[in-house]
């Protein structure tokens, strides 16, 4: 079993072989068109997709792990083993801490020349191979990830959750309990906000940067992390004031145009959470403009808190 890096480079192969793929079957579990739409819409040049599930019906699918010594052309090599034998790299997640450096990669084996445990004895002699594991499921046309666990995240165990999940945690609790109840997401996403910042804090600390640096390093880590997709508009450390925009949100995005008013209390609490770890006194965020309710992206306004 190997632990998943935090330290990876998403490589998506044969990208139009998917897009061919998802009009042919019906639709590929990734929903690749969608995805490329998402993303251009956002102004982003990719997005990051883990290596869950892969669903292509009719094929035979598996999965690989590789750990291998750190090199140049390690992957090229691997590449051109899986080349020579007709198998197809339908997914590969590379992962390096400088040292070792692992490979997952779903391939697809419908039509290869050598089988399973053959192409497994071929990379295990490779002098560069440490160790290597392989899977292939009870069921053709699904590969998923059972060789990896857990999943780090910059050596913090962490697990995935969908948008539309997260997104409807909140919505069950303000059909169940009413729209001001609510706000305690608020005060759960200040204290997530406030125990990232001291993460950051942590992180950078070795490059002795300006405050005004790990702020905005923060907010783009943000958007690493997947939580939202923000902009940093306007900081003034010294007033603890600042606007953040933000694009795209695990708590907005599901529920676009759906609220008569700005409903981001989790997103909301922790911006105010994370400046004020950073700067260093306790600050409120308001949002003035919401994707919730219609709005082309959440807007917040962080200010100091009144002192009663």
Request: glycine share 6%; hydrophobic share 40%; charged share 25%.
């Amino acid at each position: 079993m190997f632990d998943r890096s935090v330290f990876y480079f998403i490589l998506l192969a044969n990208t139009n072989s998917m897009w061919r793929l998802n009009h042919s079957v019906g639709g590929n579990v990734f929903k690749v068109c969608e995805l490329y739409c998402v993303v251009n819409c956002l102004n982003c040049r990719g997005f990051k997709d883990l290596p869950v599930v892969f669903v292509m019906p009719g094929r035979r699918l598996a999965e690989v792990v590789v750990e291998t010594k750190e090199a140049i052309g390690i992957l090229a090599s691997i590449s051109r083993i899986m080349s020579e034998n007709r198998i197809n790299i339908v997914y590969l997640l590379l992962s390096t801490d400088g040292f070792k450096a692992r490979f997952l990669f779903f391939i697809d084996i419908t039509d290869s020349r050598v089988g399973l445990d053959e192409l497994k004895e071929i990379i295990r002699q490779q002098p560069y191979t440490i160790s290597i594991d392989v899977w292939k499921p009870p069921i053709n046309g699904i590969v998923y990830d059972a060789l990896c666990f857990p999943t780090m995240v910059h050596g913090f165990q962490s697990f995935i959750i969908r948008y539309e999940t997260f997104s409807s945690i909140i919505e069950e609790f303000r059909r169940r309990a009413g729209d001001e109840a609510t706000a305690l997401f608020y005060h759960l996403g200040y204290y997530s906000g406030y125990t990232y910042a001291e993460y950051v804090r942590k992180q950078l600390e070795p490059l002795n940067l300006p405050l005004a640096d790990i702020i905005r390093i923060a907010f783009d880590l943000d958007r690493s992390f997947g939580d939202f997709n923000p902009e940093l508009v306007w900081l003034n450390i010294d007033g603890g004031e600042a606007t953040v925009r933000v694009y795209d949100s695990c708590e907005a995005t599901p529920i676009r145009g759906r609220m008569k008013k700005p409903s981001c209390q989790y997103v909301r609490g922790e911006i105010a959470g994370t400046l004020s770890r950073l700067i260093g006194r306790e600050l409120i965020a308001i949002e003035e403009k919401c994707i919730a309710a219609g709005d082309k992206y959440c807007e917040f306004h962080v200010k100091p808190r009144k002192q009663s």
